[in-house]
């Protein structure tokens, strides 16, 4: 079985190296002592067995699954993983058939690893999350502590096996009934291993994807599960049966390649932007003929340009898509993430960059300052990350993913906040050229060029347009959106990974039941499908020592160290934010308000004056001054600024909460067993979630604001 680093190395970017193909099974249920009322000699054979024949079928339908996504997936092995409990019974049983099965087992123990029902075998990669009884009345774990282990099991798992004898009080108490009824509220698939009490073998139940409506699982969870009411959105089969591999295969392949059907060549979505990609405009069509029909005798032979005929039609569908641009579909969405990275700049987008960059500079700040940012075509200050304290974990996937992310959302804004700027400032300058073609300006002036305003004037609005156009069929802002808020999920992610503390983007029900037979499923979130797949690659928390092993509650200091100094950090960013945005509003207004007041001062001289001039200042003027406002609403300039100062505000509350915790830490007081390791750990574990609540609200809140701002006509 492949090594787990070998499958793609740290350093690979992902979306144009590989994009790694993992799978993992989560296996609960009862312990020894109620498997043991079914059969007093306990698990039947006939149990072990089935278990590890559904394991395997899983394991060959992931492999199907990769192989249909091949174009993503086939640059590295697959890696199988099965996470389990260290109890005796079913946790056990998957821990004995792991490796038979082919999966790589990984433990996560609520409490000790000392606490194992079981010592072999051992496991890949395992954690201790040292639970213990925090009150003196209180001699084991409450059922919503292991209800927590499950919680977080299940966001590292593509499916859940459950081996559950379907007895339960109402309401349902049990870990195992629980975890099910969790499963199915995010529809993950489940698969219901039900034991006989004769030792025959277990009767084998599948989820139905069609049967998980949205009304079925608000009964389930708002009016009370019952195992009933569970029972209904399965199938009974026969885990040797051709129907148990189709929904297995329907499962398996929505779940891990739902951009699958895009890759067809026949896909209708793909072919259409296919073919408007090779649309040439009128003079590049003009160009490849003429290049055809030069080219030299027994040269390399050239391909045949589009026929006149084919050009037009194609021009009448090119203008058809450009007026109202069709939506990605999430699949070809999420296709689009893990192929396409956002070109670089040419020399023509490179000058619009300087150009930008530097006339805005003119109003914000110093001509020299204005120069520096013309010449490197960006802002001049950049909030880099600083080294910090050495992590008690050791991250495989995630910096690769993060750095390819945050690469390719500031490329995407990039583009998308320079084309806002052209848009509306050639708007501007389409004015001024009326205004200077209405004056008979030079060069207008000279005999024979009097149309040359005019003629600048169209060429600027056919810049608008074609602008406007192309970066809504770019999808420039929508890419934004999406790597921006894959990549702060990620950030929050890397910031709670220590303490196994995950966002709500990692619990996120993926999909819906389809509207037919020939399509049971249906993606809705294609960047949290991304996320989720990123995390089941990275797997859990592994030490940073290299151990088998990783004991939470052993680093509190050190992740108390990691997680101030992440808190810093991003204090620094959102201080940054708030400032600079709160500065380039505060400069641009006041020079919008010298061009409406230069404007008044106009319109008031013309009670004295007769200048015809002084239409540069009634019409230019305020056109310049609207471009100005029109920047700074398109970017949400002022919203998002106080967006950064509140959440500024709370970070610091937060921060001033985590030395009052260090204080407690460095006072000398001494833990003296493992129930005050974990207090500290909960403690700890609260007010990092605090963090991560707030980052993610801020996210959420930047995401909606904005996600509607598609570039479009300046009024």
Request: charged share 20%.
């Amino acid at each position: 079985m492949p090594q787990e680093n070998s499958a793609m190395d740290s350093s690979m970017e992902p979306g144009r190296d590989a994009f790694l193909p993992a799978f993992s099974v989560m296996v609960t249920g009862h312990r020894g002592p109620r498997l043991r009322r079914l059969d007093p000699d306990g698990p039947a054979p006939a149990l072990r067995d089935t278990l590890q024949q559904v394991l395997t079928a899983l394991r060959i339908g992931a492999g199907r699954a990769f192989d249909a996504g091949d174009a993503i997936y086939g640059r590295a092995d697959p890696i199988y993983r099965l996470f389990t409990g260290v109890a005796t019974g079913a946790d056990e049983l998957a821990a004995q058939v792991a490796d038979a099965a082919g999966f790589r087992l990984n433990v996560i123990a609520p409490g000790r690893a000392a606490d194992s029902g079981y010592t072999e075998p051992e496991p890949r990669r395992a954690i201790a999350l040292g639970m213990r009884p925090t009150s003196e009345n209180q001699r084991k774990l409450r059922q919503s502590d292991y209800s927590l282990r499950d919680d977080l099991t299940l966001c590292f798992a593509d499916v859940l096996v459950a081996i559950w004898d379907g007895r339960e009080p109402f309401p349902m108490r049990s870990g195992t009934s629980l975890a099910v009824k969790t499963a199915l509220l995010r529809r993950t698939p489940v698969i219901w291993l039900q034991p006989h009490a004769d030792g025959q073998p277990p009767e084998v139940r599948v989820t139905d994807p069609q049967r998980l409506t949205d009304t079925a699982l608000t009964e389930i969870d708002v009016l009370g599960a019952t195992p009933d009411l569970i029972a209904r959105l399965f199938v009974t089969l026969e885990p040797d049966s051709a129907a148990f591999e189709r929904l297995l295969d329907t499962w398996l392949l929505n779940l891990l390649a739902p951009f699958a059907t895009t890759l067809e060549a026949d896909n209708a979505e793909r072919r259409l932007r296919e073919r408007i990609a090779r649309q040439h405009s009128l003079l590049g069509f003009v160009q490849a003929w003429g290049r055809y029909l030069l080219r030299r005798p027994g040269g390399r032979r050239a391909a045949r340009p589009l026929s006149l005929l084919a050009w037009l039609q194609g021009t009448l569908l090119w203008l058809r898509v450009m007026l109202n641009p069709p939506q990605p579909s999430p699949e070809l969405q999420v296709l689009e993430y893990l192929t396409l990275s956002v070109p670089a700049p040419r020399w023509q987008d490179r000058l619009v960059s300087r150009l930008h960059y530097g006339l805005a500079g003119l109003v914000k700040t110093t001509p020299a300052e204005a120069w520096q940012r013309f010449l490197r075509g960006s802002e001049l200050a950049r909030l880099d990350a600083r080294p910090g304290p050495e992590s008690p974990i050791r991250e495989q996937f995630l910096p690769a993913y993060f750095a390819f992310g945050e690469a390719q959302a500031r490329r995407c804004a990039q583009r998308y906040r320079d084309d806002t700027w052209l848009i509306f400032y050639a708007a501007a300058m389409a004015v001024f050229c009326a205004v200077a073609g209405a004056l008979y300006l030079w060069p207008a002036s000279v005999a024979g060029w009097g149309l040359t305003w005019v003629l600048l004037e169209f060429l600027l609005l056919r810049l608008i347009v074609g602008k406007v156009l192309q970066s809504r069929f770019r999808g420039w802002h929508r890419r934004w959106m999406g790597y921006r808020y894959m990549t702060e999920q990620l950030r929050v992610l890397r910031l709670g990974f220590p303490l196994l503390i995950l966002p709500d983007s990692m619990r996120q029900t993926l999909w819906e039941p389809g509207p037919s037979a020939e399509q049971p499923m249906r993606l809705l979130h294609p960047e949290s499908w991304v996320l989720q797949r990123i995390l089941v690659a990275e797997g859990l928390p592994r030490s940073a020592a290299r151990k088998p092993w990783f004991r939470i509650t052993h680093h509190n200091e050190a992740i108390l160290q990691v997680s101030r100094h992440a808190l810093a950090e991003n204090e620094r960013y959102f201080y940054w934010v708030h400032h600079t945005l709160h500065q380039d509003h505060h400069r641009l207004h006041r020079f919008s308000l010298a061009l409406f007041a230069l404007t008044f001062a106009a319109v008031l001289s013309h009670f004295v004056f007769t200048l015809p001039g002084v239409l540069f200042f009634t019409a230019f003027f305020p056109a310049w001054g609207a471009a100005i406002h029109g920047i700074l609403s398109q970017n949400e300039v002022v919203r998002v600024s106080a967006m950064a100062q509140q959440t500024l505000h709370r970070l610091r509350t937060l921060d001033t909460a985590l030395s009052v915790h260090k204080t407690v830490t460095d006072s000398g007081i001494r833990i003296s067993n493992d129930a005050e390791a974990w207090a500290r750990t909960q403690e700890l574990r609260g007010l990092v979630s605090a963090v991560a609540d707030t980052l993610e609200t801020e996210n959420r809140q930047w995401v909606t604001l904005l996600q509607h701002n598609e570039p479009d006509l300046p009024g």
